[in-house]
Each structure stands twice: as C-alpha cells, then as structure tokens.
C-alpha cells in the first residue's frame, strides 16, 4: 500500500485546512488509515484514525472537536479536516495504514505497516 499525504500549508492562527491522503496499491486489505503529527522538536503523536470499511473514528482528546478525520472509498482517500488551528498545531502530519483495527493499539505509532512522506502545516500567530 502506498500513501501519498497533501494539501498542508501556511495558514493564520484560527485558520483551517483540509489536509488529503490517497492510497494505492493493496488498499483492500486496509482497516485502519490515520493521522499522525510530529511537531518540531517533539516525538511523533497520533491524532486520528478512521475504520476504512465502517467508518468509525477515534481522537486523540486534544484534537477531538477541532479535527475531524472522514474518508472517501471510492476515491480511496482520507481526510483530516482541522479547524480553529493554534501556532501549536505547527508539525509535519503523516498518514498511515494498517490491515488491523485494534482500539487498544491504534494510537500507536508502530502498529502501522504502511506511511506516507508526510506534509508540512505551519501556523502562524
């Protein structure tokens, strides 16, 4: 499965931005697609994941309310939509794939198997 992640930016304080994810190759096999962040200087964070066939979703709970995280099967792509962004939103933020869906392990970076290169949102003050 590959991941090409889009659509990050420079954006104003209480701005928003819609950022995409297109899979190709197995995506079939994908249960779980998500997002993650790594804001400078700072480890990598999850922030939101999506049940590729059912379509439930889990938020980390800082995001939960500003970000909203859907997704597209016939375009086999998805979403991040964020809102109200703060300077402290400011990171790289990646997507991610895996064949399981466990609630236990989903924020977790090393559960999944496939990533993609990552884009660059900046907030600024």
């Known amino acids: 499965v590959q991941l090409q992640a889009s659509g990050g930016g420079l954006v104003q304080t209480r701005g928003s931005l819609r950022l995409s994810c297109a899979a190709s190759?197995?995506?079939?096999?994908?249960?779980?697609m998500a997002w993650f962040r790594q804001r400078p200087g700072k480890e990598r964070e999850f922030v939101a994941a999506?049940?590729?066939?059912?379509?439930?979703?889990v938020y980390a709970d800082s995001m939960e309310g500003r970000f909203t995280v859907s997704r597209d099967s016939a375009e086999n792509s998805v979403y991040l939509q964020m809102n109200s962004l703060k300077p402290e939103d400011t990171a790289v933020y990646y997507c991610?794939?895996?064949?399981?869906?466990?609630?236990?392990?989903?924020?977790?970076?090393?559960?999944?198997?496939?990533w993609g290169q990552g884009t660059q949102v900046t907030v600024s003050s």
């Open positions: 991610a794939a895996d064949p399981s869906w466990d609630l236990n392990r989903i924020a977790t970076i090393r559960t999944y198997a496939y």
């Open positions: 190759g197995r995506t079939f096999t994908v249960e779980t």
């Open positions: 999506i049940n590729w066939s059912g379509g439930g979703t």
